[in-house]
């Protein structure tokens, strides 16, 4: 198995390590996950305008831009934000011919301080509000919207509490039961729990929905959910 991350005792963290198997880790730790891969890139074909931005803000290795990258081309610009440089060498590595023609750019970026790119006619966040701090979740969406042309949109996917505790505990015990099927022993999954407290820090999906209207986000529809992870389609 390639996701061979030692995190006993330590805190997460998306450095050199994480990055050589975040692909494979990925696949074997959310749900659904190659379904809602395709539904982020068929979904977000929809909104993608001419001659604009398209932004994803946590790119990791630029996997969730990539499709977009391959199908609009030079017809569009794109800028992937991350704080990792592991990851953003991958991202680098990946887009090359596109940095050198300047279509692409990979930036190493706080998000808490919000976007602030204009022309904008798609925002992708996948898996990445859930890392930054919750007092930042409100700036950081309202600057999407702001930022946002009229008729796009953003794509949020997070992992997510339940409602209530009981069926909190049955979304993790099931989906726990999901990860020792991908080959994760029990101390695996023990000990990763415990590097991403307080560094993984997920809300209920109600709360995330309203993140969204708040910033002004009329539209607003989940288009993926499996236990604890969801995504919406967000749109100006």
Not at 31 to 48: A, C, D, K, N, W
Not at 101 to 111: P, Q, R, T
Not at 147 to 157: D, H, T
Request: hydrophobic share 35%; aromatic share 12%.
């Amino acid at each position: 198995m390639k996701d061979e991350v030692n995190v006993k005792d330590k805190k997460w963290e998306f450095d050199k390590n994480v990055t050589e198997c975040f692909d494979d880790m990925l696949s074997r730790s959310i749900p659904e996950y190659e379904t809602m891969r395709y539904l982020v890139q068929s979904i977000g074909f929809q909104y993608v305008q001419d001659n604009t931005s398209i932004i994803d803000i946590g790119c990791s290795n630029g996997n969730a831009i990539e499709p977009f990258v391959k199908k609009f081309g030079a017809y569009n610009k794109y800028l992937c934000y991350d704080v990792s440089e592991p990851m953003l060498e991958k991202c680098r590595e990946k887009f090359e011919r596109y940095i050198k023609c300047g279509i692409l750019k990979a930036e190493n970026y706080d998000l808490r301080q919000g976007i602030n790119r204009g022309n904008t006619s798609l925002v992708l966040s996948i898996l990445t509000l859930q890392f930054t701090p919750i007092e930042y979740r409100q700036k950081i969406v309202q600057s999407v919207y702001d930022n946002l042309n009229e008729g796009g949109a953003f794509i949020l996917v997070e992992k997510v509490l339940g409602n209530n505790y009981k069926l909190d505990k049955m979304f993790v015990e099931r989906y726990y039961d999901i990860k020792a099927e991908h080959q994760y022993t029990e101390e695996q999954i023990k000990d990763k729990r415990k590097s991403l407290e307080g560094v993984l820090v997920p809300i209920t999906a109600k709360w995330n929905e309203e993140l969204l209207k708040e910033a002004g986000f009329k539209n607003v529809d989940c288009f993926w959910r499996c236990l604890n992870f969801c995504g919406w389609i967000d749109v100006k």
